[in-house]
Nanobody, 125 residues
Framework: QVQLAESGGGLVQAGGSLRLSCAASGGTFSSYAMGWFRQAPGKERWFVAAISWSSSNKYYANSVKGRFTISRDNAKNTVYLQMNSLKPEDTAVYYC??????????????????WGQGTQVTVSS
């Protein structure tokens, strides 16, 4: 069983930056594909970014491409989401997720096996 814990959320002004972290424990982190999703109030959970186990494959939602960067440090069992040029529409609870069969990346919620509790990101205009 894998446990995931997000951190790094907060309140930031539009145009600012935040870096989210997701620390994993209880499993073989280096074998999992990892992803970030977000969910705004009253909306579905949406894909943001994903990365394969080796970092060789990365994928981003169009809405964040060029502004967000996903990375991972397998030695630290941690995946990151660097968020730059933040916009009010980026406001949401951000979740990290882990999927078995980590050789590729996944963009759908149903592809992931483990989820963190989420961290709130609020971008003020």
């Amino acid at each position: 069983q894998v446990q995931l814990a997000e951190s790094g959320g907060g309140l930031v002004q539009a145009g600012g930056s935040l870096r989210l972290s997701c620390a994993a424990s209880g499993g073989t982190f280096s074998s999992y594909a990892m992803g970030w999703f977000r969910q705004a109030p009253g909306k579905e959970r949406w894909f943001v970014a994903a990365i394969s186990w080796s970092s060789s494959n990365k994928y981003y939602a169009n809405s964040v491409k060029g502004r967000f960067t996903i990375s991972r440090d397998n030695a630290k069992n941690t995946v990151y989401l660097q968020m730059n040029s933040l916009k009010p529409e980026d406001t949401a609870v951000y979740y990290c997720a882990a999927a078995h069969s980590g050789s590729t990346y996944y963009t759908e919620v149903r592809s992931y096996d483990y989820w963190g509790q989420g961290t709130q990101v609020t971008v003020s205009s």
